[in-house]
């Protein structure tokens, strides 16, 4: 069935850029609303679409600005109009038998009189067992079977493997858990022997001076890829110094402010 999409460069193109806002809705109406079927042709009742549009507007109008340069909107009967790319922009690919709700389309293009037409604007179309033999005179694939594509290479995936700045890292942490996760998020990261060295001199602080760290046997210290994502090296933690007086750690200046 259609998608009903609105071309997302709709508002770059200058014929419509040149439109009054009242023939721009006009056009958008047309594409998007269910007045029209899945092969482009559309049920006109000019009467409601001036009420839904406003006053002082007509709709024989609205289609002359639309197709001052481009036949965009065609009379079909006297109630329908066709929108000749309507099935090219919503189905963005050739019509193939073998595709299910493609074949509705074929069939309404052929109850209509216009899947001879399509045929003749196109170099390469699938009209199946039912249709094909109708138009001879086109190259065809006539087939009731989709067609074989070849199956695609898997990719491997590739597991992160360690190495020494990894394995320094991994036997400073006192958490061991999830190793596998926690070199994912080494992986990511740009490692440097200066971020080395900062991450390493943090998990010391945060072992000696983090509370959460040491309550309850380690209980809760976080995972390893759980500290590397959330880039815990850069938690201000450990002693600081206070001007001249000796270092004291972040709990005590916590328990003095309190």
């Known amino acids: 069935m259609a998608h009903r999409s609105i071309d997302p460069g709709l508002f770059d193109q200058v014929w419509f850029r040149k439109l009054s806002p009242e023939h721009k809705l006009v056009w958008i109406y047309l ?8 092969s482009g042709v559309c049920e006109i009742d000019e009467g ?10 007509l709709f024989t109008d609205a289609i002359s600005a639309i197709n001052e340069n481009k036949n965009r909107v065609e009379p079909f009967t006297e109630s329908k109009m066709y929108i000749p790319g309507f099935v090219d922009f919503q189905q963005s690919k050739t019509l193939r ?24 604007n196109h170099n390469e179309y699938d009209l199946g067992p039912e249709y094909g033999p109708k138009y001879p005179e086109k190259p065809l694939i006539i087939s009731d079977k989709k067609p074989n594509k070849k199956p695609k290479a898997k990719r491997k995936k590739t597991k992160p493997t360690s190495d020494d700045s990894f394995d320094q890292f991994w036997s400073a942490y006192p958490s061991k858990k999830n190793k596998g996760q926690a070199l994912k998020s080494w992986a990511k ?5 200066e971020l080395l060295s900062k991450i390493i001199d943090s998990v010391k602080r945060h072992t000696q001076h983090e509370k959460q760290w040491s309550d309850d046997g380690g209980k809760y210290i976080p995972n390893p890829s759980t500290w590397l994502n959330a880039l815990g090296w850069e938690n201000q933690i450990g002693p600081v110094s206070v001007g001249n007086k000796p270092e004291v750690s972040q709990d005590e200046l916590s328990k003095a402010f309190n």
């Open 31 to 38: 594409t998007t609303q269910r007045i029209c079927d899945n």
């Open 48 to 57: 409601s679409i001036e009420f839904k549009i406003g006053p002082d507007f």
């Open 97 to 120: 038998w073998s595709t299910l709700w493609h074949r509705e389309i074929i069939r309404l293009l052929d109850g209509h009189g216009l899947l001879k037409r399509y045929c003749d």
């Open 189 to 193: 990261l740009e490692m440097t022997p």
